[in-house]
């Protein structure tokens, strides 16, 4: 009879145990499900990093004027950013070449570009108010990036190759407040670069 006992005891409390332990493994994961912790906001020295780093994948070549060396043109750390040197030369173009359906050129030290639509330049984009995007609000280069229009305008020039505003675009809107963030920390550099050049008026230049 005592064996019995102590059988229905154990046994009792083996299921409670189970129980217990059950809801006690469940009870975090329930938790854990009820609470999100709200997302970090950075700082504004985190959204600097944040902004060099994307920014690296993208701008730091085409924007920045080159210093030719033995193994090639290398960005010119004095001139960060500041886009294609304003009254830079361009060598001279063999226009069938850049027709639509064949070449695609880059200059020498790869801050002009030409092809179908003519020559576009890499712009200044240190926060230099009148030169660069030292003028611009957060909406203005987050607009811009979204719609590859200048200022994010309707009615705006287009943004043309070989930015890849394109893939830029898909970032999120804190990642684009970061590259922002970037750039409007960097030394402001005066340089004036030329205006695109359409097509049409290719014809006129030497």
């Not at 500041?82 to 850049?98: E, Q, R």
């Not at 287009?158 to 970032?171: A, E, Q, S, V």
């Not at 407040?177 to 004036?192: D, F, G, M, R, V």
Request: charged letters at 15%.
């Amino acid at each position: 009879m005592r064996k019995a006992t102590f059988f229905s005891g154990s046994f009792m409390l083996m299921i409670a145990c189970l129980t217990l332990s059950q809801y006690g493994c469940n009870q975090p994961a329930q938790e854990k499900a009820q609470v999100d912790p709200a997302p970090k906001t950075m700082s504004h020295a985190e959204l600097i990093d944040r902004g060099n780093y994307l920014a690296s994948a993208f701008c730091f070549h085409c924007h920045s004027p080159k210093k030719m060396t033995p193994m090639g043109p290398v960005p010119d750390s004095s001139r960060w950013l500041s886009g294609h040197p304003s009254g830079g030369p361009l060598p001279s173009i063999d226009k069938k070449v850049v027709t639509s359906g064949n070449w695609i050129l880059f200059a020498p030290d790869l801050t002009s570009f030409v092809g179908p639509w003519g020559i576009s330049y890499a712009a200044n984009i240190t926060p230099d108010s009148a030169t660069g995007i030292g003028a611009w609000s957060v909406d203005d280069f987050i607009g811009t990036m979204r719609t590859g229009k200048h200022l994010g305008q309707a009615g705006g020039r287009p943004i043309l190759p070989p930015m890849p505003w394109d893939g830029i675009r898909l970032y999120t809107d804190e990642d684009l407040k970061a590259i922002y963030t970037y750039l409007q920390s960097l030394p402001p550099i005066s340089n004036k670069v030329p205006a695109p050049v359409p097509p049409g008026d290719m014809a006129k230049m030497p």
